[in-house]
């Protein structure tokens, strides 16, 4: 059996390895049009900061250490189309331009996704950056290296440009965020937002909201100033469009491969396409919620991995499923962590559920103890049953900690009651007394009038 994977990431890397595990006999052979492979992009902003001191660090895997599992992998390999009658994919050498057939009995689709980058004028300038791959990191720390820049802007106030900022900063680039919507993380319900706004303005950045992009101007093919939509002129000798990403389906078109509503690659609990014989996985396909039970597209490495396992030892032959997503995630800016599982109140009453909510805010430790920080929590309950919905936890403490309990009781479809009693580790330099999680969960349990 012949196993042929397309992208070589996250979701890729991981699939060829499980199909390994899953069938020693299988050929598997792996596809990567850009030269690094199994890299973690997650790593990429504490590159540009310099808490990562070496870029080689964040790559997890190279082409050569597949080779013990018999993986083949080629990089700099494009595939350029799938003709589904005779089951191959067409295969470009981007270093020799040669070009191939090579048929498949499996095929997984890992192609992840890529940055929207707006038709604005000026876009082409030098010292305007995206980050998402490794090529892209290697300019950008280049620009940071011979340009040595001090006045950046910022498209987009997402997860990148609010973690850029903060890597920014250590590099003493004094930054704008420039955001379309009129407020930042649309992900987060406004009243946790805020927090992280008003941090973000602690730390001396300037960000303007409702407003966005209109042109780029440059001296000397060099960004030196952009134009925003309100009328601003900003000075900016480097320029960063993180508004965003869309998934890679251009192999979808004339294969009979079908997307979902977001515009991914729709699959099943296998991860298999509408295609006999064909999977996908990771930032290139939509899967679903586990808490909703819909269609949901959730572009993050974790997923990619947990994904491509499943991919992985279906393709192989085996029958795994994936058990949906629950909307976790985590990112850092300055000393804010900021964190989220499941559904925010705003999507679970878009939801159909009648949610209830209240924020605790608490040290991370015994009042007591040195250095401890704080954490707010919102908990998210429904109003018929008490049944978790979702949490965020945004605060310099240790917020991890709380969303990942807050997930597992989502896994466990527990109530604010479950939780009231939970029995959690404690002991002075670890946390409080009585976890937020308990705190919040027995206030809203009052609140519910249970
Ligand atoms: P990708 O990483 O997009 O990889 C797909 C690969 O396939 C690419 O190399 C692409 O060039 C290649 N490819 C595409 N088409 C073809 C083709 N036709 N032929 C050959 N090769 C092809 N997620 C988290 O969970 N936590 C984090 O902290 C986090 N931080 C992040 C920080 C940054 C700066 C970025 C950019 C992303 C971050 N993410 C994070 C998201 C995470 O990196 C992605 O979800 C993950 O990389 C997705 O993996 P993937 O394999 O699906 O796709
Ligand atoms: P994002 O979706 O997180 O944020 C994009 C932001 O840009 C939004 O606030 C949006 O309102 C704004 N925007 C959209 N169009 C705009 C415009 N024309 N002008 C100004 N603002 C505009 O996207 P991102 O920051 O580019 O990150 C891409 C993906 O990378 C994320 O979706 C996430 O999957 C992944 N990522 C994850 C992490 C993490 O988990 N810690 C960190 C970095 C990146």
Redesign the pocket.
């Known amino acids: 059996m012949r196993i042929v994977i ?7 890397t991981k699939a060829a390895a499980k199909a390994r595990r899953v069938n020693p006999n299988a050929e598997i052979i792996l ?4 030269a690094n492979i199994s890299y973690s ?2 790593g ?2 504490y590159v540009i900061s310099g808490v990562i001191s070496d870029p080689d660090q964040i790559v997890i895997r190279k082409p050569q250490d597949f080779i013990k599992d018999n993986i083949h992998v080629f990089v700099r ?3 350029t189309g799938i003709d589904a009658q005779q089951k191959s994919v067409t295969v470009k050498n981007l270093e020799t331009g040669t070009i191939e057939s090579v048929n498949y009995d499996s095929l997984i689709l ?4 890529r940055p929207i980058i707006p038709s604005v004028p000026g876009i082409e300038l030098k010292g305007v950056h995206t ?3 490794s090529t892209d990191l290697e300019l950008f720390t280049a620009e940071l290296q011979s340009q040595k820049p001090k006045q950046a802007v910022i498209i987009g106030a997402g ?2 440009g609010l ?1 850029l900022a903060e890597s920014l900063k250590a590099l003493s680039i004094q930054t704008t965020i420039i955001e379309k919507a009129e407020r930042i993380l649309p992900q987060f319900d406004a009243d946790m937002a805020q927090l992280v706004r008003d941090h973000l303005l602690e730390q001396g950045v300037t960000l303007l909201l409702n407003d966005g992009l209109v042109s780029i101007q440059g001296e000397n093919d060099h960004v030196s100033f952009v134009m925003t939509e309100s009328g601003l002129s900003i000075a900016a000798d480097l320029v960063i469009i993180a508004i965003g990403i869309k998934p ?1 389906v251009q ?1 979808t078109e004339g294969a009979g491969i079908e997307l979902g509503k977001s515009g991914a690659i729709a699959v099943n609990e296998r991860m298999e396409t509408s295609l006999s014989s064909v999977f996908a ?4 396909c939509e899967s679903f919620s586990r808490i909703t039970g819909k269609p949901f597209w959730l ?6 991995n947990l994904q491509g396992r499943v991919a992985g030892e279906n393709a192989a032959g085996g029958n795994a499923g994936f058990t949906g997503m629950l909307g976790t ?1 985590i ?1 850092k800016t300055f000393e804010m962590n900021v964190s989220m599982t499941g559904l925010s109140e705003k999507s679970a009453r878009d939801a159909g559920y009648d949610p209830v909510s209240l924020i605790v805010t608490q040290l991370d430790r015994a009042r007591y103890f040195p250095g401890g920080k704080k954490i707010h929590l919102k908990l998210i309950a429904d109003k018929r049953d008490g049944k978790i919905l979702g949490a965020q936890a945004i605060g310099a403490g240790a917020v991890d900690k709380v969303i990942d309990i807050v997930a597992t009781s989502l896994l466990g479809n527990l109530t604010c009651g479950d939780l009231e009693n939970a029995d959690f580790a404690y002991s002075p330099p670890f946390s409080a007394v009585l976890s937020p999680v308990i705190v919040a969960a027995g206030a809203l349990n009052a609140k519910l009038g249970s």
């Not at 596809?31 to 850009?34: A, C, G, I, L, N």
């Not at 890992?110 to 996704?113: P, Y």
């Not at 996985?281 to 290139?284: E, K, W």
């Not at 572009?299 to 990619?304: E, F, R, S, V, W």
């Open positions: 397309i992208g070589g990431v996250a979701a890729g596809y990567q049009d850009e992009a997650c990429m902003p390999h494009h595939v890992a192609t992840g996704a980050l998402r791959s997860y990148i973690e890679n192999l996985a990771g930032d290139c572009p993050l490495g974790d997923i990619a995630a990112f």
